[in-house]
Nanobody
Framework: QMQLVESGGGLVQAGGSLRLSCAAS????????LGWFRQAPGKEREFVVA????????YSIDSVKGRFTISRDNAKNTVYLQMNSLKPEDTAVYYC??????????????????WGQGTQVTVSS
C-alpha cells in the first residue's frame, strides 16, 4: 500500500496562486507515476495533470495549460502542483494519485492505483 496525503489547499481570490503538496509513504516513490485529479461539486472527478516517474514527461489538460505545473521530488517522496492565475472554475477538491510504473517512464492519464484523501481549493471571484 502507498499512502498519499495532500496539503496546501485553501481559499484564494481569482488570479491568485496556491501550491499543493502530496507526501507519499509505504512504497518506493520513484517507481510510480503521479497525477492530480479534481472533483467540483456536482461533477465527476477529472484528470488534471500527470508526471512520469523520472520527471521525464508531463501532461496537463488544456484548461490548465500554462497555469498549473506539476513537479516531483523523489528524494522527499513528494509531488507538487503549482497553480497560478486561478479561476473560479478551478474550485474543486484536488486529489493526488499514484500508479505503479516499473518499466514505463512516461505519464499516465488513468489507471491509478492509490489516492489521497483530497484537499479543498476554493477560488473566489
Amino acid at each position: 500500500q502507498m499512502q498519499l496525503v495532500e496539503s496546501g489547499g485553501g481559499l484564494v481570490q481569482a488570479g491568485g496562486s496556491l501550491r499543493l503538496s502530496c507526501a507519499a509513504s509505504g512504497r518506493t516513490f520513484s517507481n510510480y507515476g503521479l497525477g492530480w485529479f479534481r472533483q467540483a461539486p456536482g461533477k465527476e472527478r477529472e484528470f488534471v495533470v500527470a508526471i512520469g516517474k523520472n520527471s521525464s514527461s508531463t501532461y496537463s489538460i488544456d484548461s490548465v495549460k500554462g497555469r498549473f505545473t506539476i513537479s516531483r521530488d523523489n528524494a522527499k517522496n513528494t509531488v507538487y502542483l503549482q497553480m497560478n492565475s486561478l479561476k473560479p472554475e478551478d474550485t474543486a477538491v484536488y486529489y493526488c494519485a499514484s500508479v505503479w510504473s516499473p518499466i514505463r517512464s512516461g505519464y499516465y492519464t488513468g489507471g491509478y492505483d492509490y489516492w489521497g484523501q483530497g484537499t479543498q481549493v476554493t477560488v473566489s471571484s
